[in-house]
């Protein structure tokens, strides 16, 4: 897959011209990981964001423990677009898997120098943030249900 179609298949790029994906993929870079390798380690800095090409990864807390599954199109580490904070979770890749990574700070450049491509972006990542979020109440809930014995 070519990373301009890549960006272009991923919920970031949702109501982007062509032209403007074309300013995200020029600053990325492809990246190329084997089976279980850590694509983003719990506790290191964040400071890139990556867009799952191909393949499949797995996020987990740095105990191992899953917390989800991610297929193609899907965006990893966009925290680091609003803070270089540590990182929340591992990420490691499950099988092959190409991604793109784009340096955070270039990425928000870009938006500062593009406002409709941040304020479309951002609203996409919001979206996203937002369902995760749910889905995370869901199942703590779920998991609340049942009482310990």
């Known amino acids: 897959m070519n990373l301009f179609s890549g960006v272009r298949n991923s919920y ?14 020029q600053i990325a870079e492809e ?30 807390t740095i105990h191992g423990d899953p917390i989800a599954r991610l297929q193609a199109g899907a965006i990893l580490g966009e925290l680091a ?20 990574k784009i340096s955070a700070g270039k990425f928000n450049d870009l938006l500062d120098q593009h406002p409709q491509i941040g304020l479309t972006v951002l609203r996409n990542i919001g979206k996203t943030l937002c369902q995760r979020l749910r889905s995370s109440n869901l199942q703590l809930e779920a998991a609340l249900a049942f009482p310990l014995l």
């Open 12 to 25: 970031l790029a949702d109501g982007l011209s062509d032209e403007q994906v074309q300013a995200i993929v």
């Open 31 to 60: 990246l190329h990981t084997v089976d279980l390798q850590e694509v983003i380690t719990e506790n290191d800095s964040a400071q890139d964001i990556y867009i799952l090409l191909e393949g499949k990864v797995r996020v987990t």
């Open 81 to 100: 677009l609003f803070e270089r904070a540590e990182r929340s979770a591992t990420v490691i890749s499950d099988g092959d898997a190409t991604l793109l």
